[in-house]
């Protein structure tokens, strides 16, 4: 692999699904659809010898079925205080481009869609709260979304859950699982609440998943 890269980001993710997401327990999707939102910041990063880290990006993703089945929508956007270097790389990386073909979760996701939309460059506001299981993210015009811990209906205290994913995986090691809402507008429009959300870390290089 010629390019040499490193991205390693805080990820807000939600889809469509229940709780126990087809994506993470090897079922179907919850609806026979999916639809679905990443938010990141990148902690540290570089692609070749662009650095990366500080910036924010996002992509959207909707299938008419089963991922597997394909003919999926995708559309990228990029922190529009990235320069020109930057936003090639961080696109390059998101598109899953410049890597061991399906050794990252965009590279997977991306065969099997069949649209692209152009590349948005637009401010991303992304506020996380790990401890708190909170989220909330917006990009004017396009993206409004928040999480909010899964509550226990006995106690009425957040429910705390985690998935591990020790080998296998091509998206994390670890994350937290709350509930999230998302609204979606502009090329791709889609809206779902009290659906599945988490907290993960993508770290990827050109070769994969970086356990560490």
């Known amino acids: 692999m010629s390019d040499q890269w490193v991205l390693n ?26 639809q679905s939102v990443y938010a990141g910041i990148v902690l540290e990063g570089h692609f070749n010898g662009t650095q990366l880290g500080g910036l924010n990006w996002a992509v959207l993703y909707k299938w008419p079925g089963e991922i597997a089945d394909g003919n999926g929508e995708r559309q990228i956007v990029i922190d529009e205080r990235a320069d020109e270097a930057q936003r090639t790389a ?73 998935l591990a994913r020790s080998s296998g995986s091509v998206e994390f090691t670890h994350a937290d699982i709350i509930l999230g809402q998302s609204s979606v507008t502009g090329d791709i429009e889609m809206a779902f609440e009290e659906s599945y959300a988490m907290f993960c870390v993508h770290h990827f290089n050109q070769d994969g998943l970086v356990r560490t």
Do not use: M, R, W
């Open 9 to 34: 980001s805080e990820v807000y993710g939600n889809c469509n699904c229940a709780a126990n997401c087809g994506c993470q327990f090897n079922l179907p999707t919850t609806h026979g659809y999916c």
């Open 90 to 162: 961080l696109e390059t990386i998101i598109a899953g481009e410049a890597c061991v073909p399906l050794s990252n979760v965009y590279s997977v996701y991306g065969t099997n869609c069949s649209v692209f939309f152009e590349t948005l460059f637009l401010p991303i506001s992304l506020e996380t709260n790990a401890e708190l299981k909170t989220a909330k993210v917006e990009i004017p015009g396009i993206l409004k979304g928040s999480g909010k811990p899964i509550i226990n209906e006995f106690s009425g205290e957040p429910f705390n859950v985690a």
